[in-house]
């Protein structure tokens, strides 16, 4: 019996983690839940599961949570810091972490410092604090587990591979919804559109990162740090079926593929059942069905998120913990209206112009970093873009 913590439980990676926990009673059992907002579904999901510890970011919210669960014997609890604490609760073998954004990276590293079992869904925590958190990883002597398809795809493909025999990684994008758009029709882009994604079904925020092919970019920051490859031998390819999730290159010429339906619950239960592998959680695979899988290049002019998100992987330092600063601020200004769709690599820029590098000492200059580049990207906003 694996005991779990779940940190962004009411997300969509969190609701199909649960989904699998529910398939497996007799493997898996929730310890720990926490959200951000929503309450009512963090209350349901508590009342279900039973597990010790519940906790709502939202300080606002806990009234509300508290009097949800009023009559069980689950402790309830609020606010960021009590999110950072949660894993240390006992007892507890593994942390799914789930909550979107920098946001994530500190109850990762308390994980680390715990012991726990990472299970990786949040890759902004590998692209603010890279080089800290696998060097806490290493030190701690804790497995890192990749929940993110692309990254499941590899850490499979590379199961059992002699040493240094990796040549390259090639990880697949499905282009989001624009693939195909003219700068001209990416002007007249709406939020609504920009939300239905062709092929996965995610929340809000990757949703658009996908729809800007920054996600993308932020996958290969993760990827340097995940499997210790060069920048030079990641290579992105656009795949708009979703069905092969990432490749592998060997230094013989070899390619491995992993492949399966564009569905989030497979990655997440292989990360939670490594080294073994349970019954499947969705239908089998029919390449008959598929039909067909075409390939293209990305087109970095008109996604030049995916553009930045490379050069400041690159670049290092606190570079990209700047730009998924100004990312999370581009993406919720967008879907609050206030800047058009074409506009969000435009303030990602300008936000990386305003800053010099300097190399990433600490995860509490990174934390200060973020906020400076918030309110950076923030003050932009509110002068106008120009």
């Keep these: ?52 510890l519940v906790v709502i970011a939202d300080k606002n919210a806990y009234g509300d949570l508290k009097k949800a669960l009023a009559g069980s014997s689950i402790r309830v609890e609020a606010g960021n810091e009590a999110v950072i604490a949660a894993v240390n609760l006992e007892p507890l073998d593994a942390v799914v972490a789930a909550i979107v954004g920098a946001a994530g990276l500190q109850p990762v590293m308390a994980a680390v410092e715990k012991g726990l079992q990472i299970c990786l869904a949040n890759k902004e925590t590998l692209v603010v604090g890279g080089s800290l958190v696998m060097q806490a990883i290493k030190k701690a002597g804790v497995n890192l587990l990749p929940v993110d398809s692309e990254h499941s795809a590899i850490f499979q493909c590379l199961q059992n591979s002699p040493e240094n025999s990796l040549s390259k990684i090639i990880i697949t994008a499905s282009g989001g919804p624009f693939r195909t758009f003219s700068r001209e029709q990416m002007l007249a882009v709406t939020p609504e559109q920009a939300l239905k994604h062709p092929n996965w079904d995610m929340g809000g925020k990757i949703t658009i990162d996908s729809a800007t092919l920054m996600n993308k970019g932020l996958e290969v920051i993760e990827a340097h740090w995940l499997f210790d490859v060069d920048y030079d031998n990641i290579e992105i390819i656009v795949h708009p079926q979703s069905i092969i999730h990432s490749l592998v290159e060997f230094s013989d010429g070899s390619v491995i593929a992993q492949l399966g339906w564009p569905d989030m619950r497979l990655p997440i239960q292989y990360a939670l059942s490594w080294p073994q592998r349970w019954a499947p959680p969705l239908p089998a695979l029919d390449l008959a069905r598929v039909a067909s899988m075409t390939f293209e290049q990305p087109d970095m002019s008109r996604f030049a998120c995916l553009a930045y998100a490379i050069e400041a992987g690159r670049a290092g330092g606190i570079m990209p913990c700047v730009l998924n600063a100004a990312n999370e601020v581009a993406v919720a200004a967008f879907l609050k209206r206030q800047i058009g769709f074409i506009e969000i690599p435009a303030l990602i820029r300008k936000t990386m112009d305003s800053f010099k590098n300097q190399p990433a000492a600490s995860i509490s200059q990174l934390l200060e970093i973020d906020v400076q580049a918030r309110e950076k990207a923030s003050a932009m906003l509110t002068n106008g873009m120009n």
């Design 1 to 52: 019996m694996k005991n779990l913590a779940i940190l962004g439980a009411t997300g969509s990676i969190g609701g199909s983690t649960l989904e699998i926990v529910r398939n497996n009673p007799e493997k898996l059992r929730v310890r720990v839940l926490t959200g951000g907002k929503k309450w009512p579904q963090l209350a349901k999901q508590a009342l279900e599961f039973k597990p010790d």
